[in-house]
């Protein structure tokens, strides 16, 4: 069975750009989430789904992050417009049901220089 | 604030000998816990789950809940230098939400 799958798997770009990351949840999977994980502040949730629904944003750390899932197998998370302290590691998982436990992608490693 | 807290390590134990992780969580309506251990530079993977109190065992590695404590444990025996990792405790809070841990350290030395 495939599993979360992420793209791109590196993305460098130069502060100001916008910058798009992607997730494919594992089919028949109904709750999504997004991630970031820096050596600082670990793993940090920045927003979940269910049944494609967005269910809590409260982790998104400005307006410039933005999330949407407009079908059960894609998601996209957005930064507009990217700051070097946006670097960091970004991890999609999904999960049956958001009680059953969460299974990650391989993740994001992002760098705004 | 629903926390869940971990000793961030290190922690160092000679190749052969039991790790003991430990974990505790401040929701006292949490359900679920999960272990997940993660790589250098590799994405979280869940290991184990335990939903009741008392251990689970599955091959080298035990998990332990004690709900009355909210104390969560990881036991790895005949630890191996493969296993060293950061190993991330997660409670499931309700609410579709899964609380993570800071993560342990773990060394195993050859």
């Known amino acids: 069975d495939a599993g979360v799958i992420q793209s791109p798997r590196h993305e460098v770009t130069e502060m100001g750009q916008e910058v798009t990351l992607r997730c494919k949840p594992i089919s028949g999977h109904n709750s999504l989430f997004w991630y970031r994980q820096t050596m600082m502040r670990g793993l940090e949730l920045l927003i979940y789904f269910n049944n494609n629904v967005p269910i809590d944003d409260s982790g998104m750390p400005e307006d410039r992050f933005s999330a949407k899932m407009p079908n059960a197998s894609f998601s996209t998370l957005k930064i507009q417009p990217s700051e070097p302290r946006d670097s960091a590691v970004y991890f999609c998982?999904?999960?049956?049901?958001?009680?059953?436990?969460?299974?990650f992608g391989d993740g994001t490693r992002l760098s705004i220089l | 604030q629903k926390e869940v807290e971990q000793n961030s390590g290190p922690l160092s134990v000679p190749e052969g000998a039991i790790a003991s992780l430990n974990c505790t969580y401040s929701?006292?309506?949490?359900?679920?816990f999960f272990w997940y251990r993660q790589y250098s530079g590799k994405s979280p993977e869940l290991i184990m789950s335990i939903y009741s109190n008392g251990d689970k065992e599955d091959g080298r590695f035990t998990a332990q809940l004690n709900k009355a404590s909210q104390y969560v444990s990881l036991l790895i025996r005949d630890s191996q230098p493969s296993d060293s990792a950061t190993y991330l405790c997660a409670a499931y809070t309700g609410g579709f939400k899964t609380i993570f841990g800071a993560g342990t350290r773990l060394f195993v030395k050859a």
């Open positions: 998982a999904s999960s049956l049901d958001g009680v059953q436990p969460q299974h």
């Open positions: 929701d006292r309506g949490s359900q679920s």
